[in-house]
């Protein structure tokens, strides 16, 4: 078995993992750079984006863009497969860009649309063969429903492929007991590390969040959240905390397909992803799907006003100018508040990632930010290592930093450092560097 890390092994995001083993390949996630990343050109790389690819597959770890985005590269018939709900998610998303105004963006996700419908799905513990190379997924916690880990094993080889995740989410708590069960006899862990340079980063859980978000609804009548549309477990955790406060939940259209998609195929094991989607203004706590005419910004209309203006509401918003007079009138009262709950990174103009449009779009307004990350902290990580313990050792990737997995972790086991596209033959331990 050999493996190559030919994006990500000192950066954020942008990772292509290649395992291969017999003459068959599989690949790991396929997306595009962070934005303010410094843009490194892709060599052609055999099995993926030319070449022979009937012994080739690409496995898709979340739906991010930095993850998968880059699908439209591949080879048009490289097998791709995603987790069935994320793939659902990430299709309603890519849908709705492909109307946005910029008619060369647009004409781009049309691209992922249609590359969409020839990806195959998967769930948890189901196994996939690519020649002699086994793919197992682990269903994980991070930022974006539905993510995934993976076994890899081949040539009396195993290797866990971390994908993104963290130990503060709703779904944690089945981290370490997955991995227990099924991350055993484990040799290699090719591990994200995208907090490796905060050490001292208190991760709130994602309950706690929900705590703070219901304490502040009870507190201030009008609430106004920005949120990536794609935050699921955080979007639920603001309708029950909505609920809970006996305030009305209100968002567009768009996030109303987002989240039915995920209620309609995960209510069925728990009530958090159980939404009553009948609206009505005869009882408080309900749900609003907010209606837009056209190009015209969003406005109550008949009914609702008065109700929402007596029992109060949480809406979910975005940086657009449909949400700006809605903005504009409520941020007048002293019963308004408006929450900024995603990465600060963006509305710092020091970072790379700044976002300049939504920093001017939230500028004129008083905000409160409220955010956990989506990574795992170096506790959780520690705990991952500690509780896998791979036999030959742990390649970092998704870090800005990996020489830190040294310093950290190097009493767990070996500490690996690749560069991009480096190929590790695991039966011999030996590096060959380009």
Not at 5 to 12: E, V
Not at 203 to 228: A, H, P
Request: charged share 25%; net charge neutral.
């Amino acid at each position: 078995m050999k493996l190559t890390i030919h994006r990500g092994t000192n950066q954020i995001g942008g990772c292509i993992t290649e395992i291969e083993s017999g003459g068959y390949k599989i690949f790991i996630d396929f997306g595009e750079q962070l934005p303010g990343t410094e843009n490194k050109a892709l060599q052609p790389i055999g099995g993926l984006t030319c070449d022979d690819v009937s012994k080739s597959a690409l496995f898709i770890t979340h739906y991010h863009g930095d993850h998968i985005g880059k699908i439209c590269d591949t080879v048009a018939d490289l097998p791709i497969y995603a987790g069935k709900t994320a793939l659902e998610i990430f299709n309603c998303l890519e849908r709705r860009l492909s109307h946005i105004p910029d008619p060369n963006e647009a004409e781009k996700h049309k691209r992922i649309v249609e590359r969409i419908k020839s990806i195959n799905t998967f769930e948890q513990l189901n196994q996939i063969k690519v020649g002699e190379i086994v793919v197992t997924p682990l269903l994980i916690d991070h930022s974006a429903f539905d993510a995934y880990m993976f076994i890899v094993e081949a040539d009396n080889q195993r290797i866990l492929h971390t994908g993104d995740f963290r130990g503060h989410g709703f779904r944690s708590k089945g981290l370490i007991p997955t991995l227990k069960s099924y991350a055993k006899n484990i040799d290699y862990i090719i591990s994200e590390g995208s907090n490796i340079l905060r050490p001292n980063a208190t991760m709130q859980s994602e309950q706690e969040l929900q705590k703070d978000f219901e304490m502040q609804f009870r507190k201030n009548k009008y609430n106004f959240i920005l949120v990536s549309s794609t935050n699921i477990d955080r979007i639920f955790a603001l309708y029950h905390a909505s609920k809970k406060a006996k305030r009305c939940f209100v968002c567009d259209s768009y996030q109303t397909d987002i989240l039915k998609i995920v209620s309609e195929n995960h209510k069925q094991y728990t009530t958090f992803y159980d939404i009553n989607y009948e609206q009505t203004t005869s009882s408080v706590g309900r749900f609003f799907d907010l209606k837009r005419q056209g190009k015209n910004p969003f406005s109550f209309n008949g009914n609702l006003k008065p109700f929402l203006d007596k029992n109060g509401f949480c809406m979910l918003i975005r940086s657009s100018d449909a949400f700006k007079s809605l903005l504009d009138e409520y941020a007048k009262s002293n019963d308004s508040k408006i929450y900024y709950s995603m990465w600060n990174g963006y509305l710092d103009s020091n970072k790379p990632a700044f976002n300049e449009s939504l920093y001017n779009f939230l500028e004129p307004y008083k905000i409160e930010y409220k955010h956990t990350s989506g990574h795992a902290d170096l506790e959780t990580l520690k705990i991952v290592f500690e509780t896998v313990k791979p036999k030959c050792g742990i390649i970092p990737i998704h870090t800005e930093a990996p020489e830190k997995f040294q310093d950290l972790f190097h009493e767990q086991t070996s500490i690996i450092p690749l560069r991009d596209g480096d190929v590790y033959d695991c039966n011999i331990k030996r590096i060959n560097h380009d």
